[in-house]
């Protein structure tokens, strides 16, 4: 079902804490995996899947739930954040990812959680609980990515460069003209090259264009991370890797092809109206194919989780999952 806009108070991300344990975790080939739990160890359980791919968790992130009603487990995916090694590429693929979300919650002692997470977050999540779908409690989405060629072409080729062409510019800079037809292509041989000058300046530029468009108020809004070579150079080559191998899905459209699996599931989606990073034409598919999911439309909202109405949707979803 859809869900109108409420006419109550927004609500705010609950107040800050601190994890009560943390570390990391071993997997079967280079990677080692950082994560973290907070709010009640008792508490019910839930996984949150960060965006990118190649970006990574921060502290906002815990505040999203109940500290006194969940068990909030989060980590770095493979090559990012405090994960290490940094910025790999090596056995980093959706699968793996996978892998690691289910040798985490055995680990933790977990039978059943809810799984969160927006943007490329949603992605996985929708691809775990299509895997997983016995492991799956409910699931909390925000701006819904299905990691189509139409998606990736509308906001790496053409699309969003026509409401942001001034950010676009920057994007473009670094690339030269007669390879600019196929722009994640290019970007893909730099930020994979031998020259570490190179890497970083597209690391950045890439980097940046996705932050500069993330708000409805454009480049003035975006957050100070992506443009810092420390946090690009991970995102870039991780995200950029990703998107040439499609998300190393079987098929196109997998997602959506495989959503009978997880139409019992209860599901969330919390969708800004004027996303241009993943624009709401992917949340109506997804709700279209899975029509008891509730599809919440923020209509003052882009893709940022940080703007006021994606929290307040996010913090009642949140709510509504931990009555279940």
Known sequence: MAFPATNLPRRELYPELE???????????PH???????????????????????????????????????????????GCGK????????????????????????QLGIETWSVFGGSWGSTLSLAYAITHPDRTESLILRGIFLLTKKELHWFYQEGASMIFP???????EPIPEAERH??????????TGPDRAEQERCAVAWSSWEGDTVSVQGPAARPEKFAEPAFAIAFARIECWYFVNGGFFPE?????NNVDRIRHIPCWIAQGRFDVVTPITSAWALHRAWPESTLDIVPDAGHASSE??????????????AGL
């Not at 921060?58 to 995916?77: E, G, H, K, T, V």
């Not at 196929?182 to 930020?191: C, E, I, P, S, W």
């Not at 196109?252 to 959506?256: G, L, Q």
Request: proline fraction near 6%.
């Open 166 to 172: 001034d950010a676009w510019e920057r994007f473009v």
């Open 19 to 29: 994890p009560f344990a943390s570390g990391w975790m071993a997997t079967e080939g």
């Open 182 to 191: 196929d722009l994640m292509g290019a970007y893909y041989k730099r930020l």
């Open 308 to 321: 006021p109405g994606i929290i307040d949707s996010l913090i009642r979803a949140t709510d509504w999952a």
């Open 32 to 78: 080692e995996i950082y994560f973290e739990q907070c709010g009640n160890p008792a508490g019910k359980p839930v996984i949150v899947l960060h965006g990118g791919p190649g970006g990574a968790v921060n502290a906002s992130m815990r505040r999203y739930f109940d500290p006194a009603r969940y068990r909030i487990i989060l980590f770095d995916q493979r």
């Open 252 to 256: 196109e459209h997998w997602i959506i």
């Open 83 to 106: 994960s290490r090694p940094n910025a790999s590429l090596e056995d980093n693929t959706t699968w793996t990812l996978i892998e690691d979300i289910e040798r985490l919650r055995e």
